[in-house]
Antibody
């Protein structure tokens, strides 16, 4: 059974950093396309970043240069390193499995950027 | 960038009645590989999105057959033949023809029960 469990969210001050984790089971992270999608409070869904099975990474313009997606094959875990955080980065962050249309999502972890 | 536009943004439906949501893309979602990269998701209150329909008209595993998708090119529709109480939530269409970089979602359509 596919499972995705996010962690690492919390309250951080503007300009701060946070690393989100997405622990996977039931499949191999390194063999699949994995994404991060976020949802600001009361708003819609926004794609953030993707890592391909071959290792290529891509980012939304809104986070380019500040966020880094990566994975640890030994831990079967996906990460999102978030630096220079802004108030507008406040959202629930979901990890998702799948290429053209993610079919599996975690429950999400809340990131709040506020002083 | 491709813009996805959903209508209506909200609808209220009596249980047992049908419902329909439209999604229009600013560019064709038909890929040269013959597939059309249009997806439908439902986000129930307090839950992550769940995939309902992939590539316009294919129901994902476990999705009831009262959900159906149709359309082509730039115009797409999600239909619920008989709305049930458990169908409440926000429905999103999503395109993934422009990969990389990433997906684009519609604004969402909130379905509530009368």
């Amino acid at each position: 059974e596919v499972q995705l469990v996010e962690s690492g969210g919390g309250l951080v001050q503007p300009g701060g950093s946070l690393r989100l984790s997405c622990a996977a089971s039931g499949f191999t992270v390194s063999s699949n396309y994995m994404s991060w999608v976020r949802q600001a409070p009361g708003k819609g869904l926004e794609w953030v970043s993707v890592i391909y099975s071959g290792g290529s990474t891509y980012y939304a313009d809104s986070v380019k240069g500040r966020f880094t997606i990566s994975r640890d094959n030994s831990k079967n875990t996906l990460y999102l390193q978030m630096n220079s955080l802004r108030a507008e980065d406040t959202a629930v962050y979901y990890c998702a499995l799948g290429y053209s249309g993610p079919g599996y999502w975690g429950q999400g972890t809340l990131v709040t950027v506020s002083s | 960038d491709i813009v996805m536009t959903q209508t209506p943004l909200s609808l209220s439906v009596t249980p047992g009645q049908p419902a329909s949501i439209s999604c229009k893309s600013s560019q064709s979602l038909l890929h040269s590989d013959g597939k059309t990269y249009l997806y439908w998701y439902l986000q129930k209150p307090g839950q992550p999105p769940q995939l309902l329909i992939y590539e316009v008209s294919n129901r994902f595993s476990g999705v009831p057959d009262r959900f159906s998708g149709s359309g082509s090119g730039t115009d797409f529709t999600l239909k619920i033949s008989r709305v049930e109480a458990e169908d409440v939530g926000v429905y999103y269409c999503m395109q993934s023809i422009q990969l990389p970089p990433g997906y684009t979602f519609g604004q969402g359509t909130k379905l509530e029960i009368k």
